[in-house]
């Protein structure tokens, strides 16, 4: 795991001061390091994940969806079609939340030391790239549709798309109510409020087709809803590429991590430093310590890790904590009598 050493200073592995101000310093030396378990530190999920809150969005949406794609093949709309697709995105996006939140359950265990985490974020990114492939094909079909119109049925896709708010807003208002600390969970609201906004502008498209027979208001939405997509897709594939590439939480920044670490007393390098997430809302650092040689190195390890708890909210630290010494250690063999 790569991390940010707060100052680039290419110091070596040993301890010491800066000769220039005496005052501790940060090294840049970077070195991969796999995070372990330890006493007192959980990588289990939280309880409050509310599965069935997301099983009850999910029956809405399929069923839902199923009407909604033969309203939209009878009444040749594409604005009805795209919700459709939007909508089997939203069924996904929970169906898989739901399937990782259920692998992220088991134990960490043999090789996968932090259990199976990480598969909401697997399914987060497999959301967001399947959203960007639907809005591809949405627009690229209301384009073709701009040019050559067909006739749509307005009063048909008016009422699917005023059922469609209803639907939409109990499945919004179901997982606004659930765990959304889960970058997974929160895909699936953002999914289902965007999907919630689309059958908005499909009741005004639909509106538009009745009072003025304008027939291209259809395609017209299409475009604004294949814009929501991408918007949402970005944001899900932006967030969960952050976590695969161990890039420091948001609202975390290395550099005053280790300001803050170097300024602890008898603090005097800090070096190796990484800041991470093992999955969205599970933050986790490491960091190689030196301290003075009177200091008591096992205070000072506590003492940093009450303060990275209370002041940037990391729990899981590994604080690797010796003491500075510029001296070789003098090995003494006993003499041996004849």
Not at 21 to 32: D, H, Q
Not at 129 to 134: F, H, K, N, S, Y
Not at 199 to 222: K, Y
Request: glycine residues 10%; aromatic residues 6%.
């Amino acid at each position: 795991m790569t991390g940010r050493s707060p100052r680039v200073t290419c110091l070596p592995g040993r301890g010491g001061s800066d000769h220039r101000s005496g005052r501790p310093r940060l090294g840049s030396a970077y070195r991969a390091r796999m995070a372990h378990d330890h006493g007192g530190h959980s990588h289990g999920v939280h309880a409050d994940a509310d599965r069935g809150r997301l099983t009850l969005a999910l029956t809405l949406i399929v069923a839902f969806m199923a009407i909604e794609v033969a309203t939209a093949v009878i009444a040749h709309s594409l604005a009805l079609l795209s919700d459709a697709g939007h909508m089997l995105t939203d069924a996904a996006a929970i169906g898989f939340s739901l399937f990782a939140l259920q692998l992220a359950s088991r134990p960490a265990k043999g090789a996968m030391t932090f259990g199976f985490r990480r598969a909401e974020i697997l399914s987060a990114q497999a959301n967001g790239v399947t959203l960007l492939v639907l809005a591809a094909f949405i627009t690229y079909e209301a384009i073709r549709r701009l040019f050559d119109p067909p006739h749509v049925r307005g009063g048909l896709i008016l009422a699917v798309a005023l059922v469609g708010i209803l639907v939409n807003l109990a499945a919004t208002r179901t997982l606004a109510k659930a765990n959304r600390q889960s970058l997974n969970v929160e895909g699936s609201f953002q999914h289902v409020l965007t999907d919630l906004y689309g059958f908005i502008g499909t009741a005004i498209a639909a509106g538009v087709i009745l009072l003025t027979g304008f027939q291209r208001a259809d395609p017209i939405v299409s475009v604004l809803i294949a814009a929501l997509m991408t918007r949402s897709g970005l944001s899900l594939v932006k967030a969960s590429g952050r976590v695969f590439l161990e890039a420091a939480p948001r609202g975390i920044d290395p550099g005053a991590v280790g300001e803050m670490l170097v300024a602890q007393p008898g603090v005097v390098e800090v070096h190796d430093l990484h800041v991470w997430e093992i999955s969205n809302g599970f933050p986790a650092l490491s960091a190689h310590v030196l301290v003075t040689a009177a200091s008591d190195c096992h205070a000072a390890r506590r003492t940093m890790e009450t303060v990275l708890r209370e002041r940037f909210g990391l729990d899981h630290t590994t604080l690797q904590v010796d003491h500075s010494g510029d001296g070789l250690l003098k090995i003494e063999l006993p003499s041996c009598s004849s």
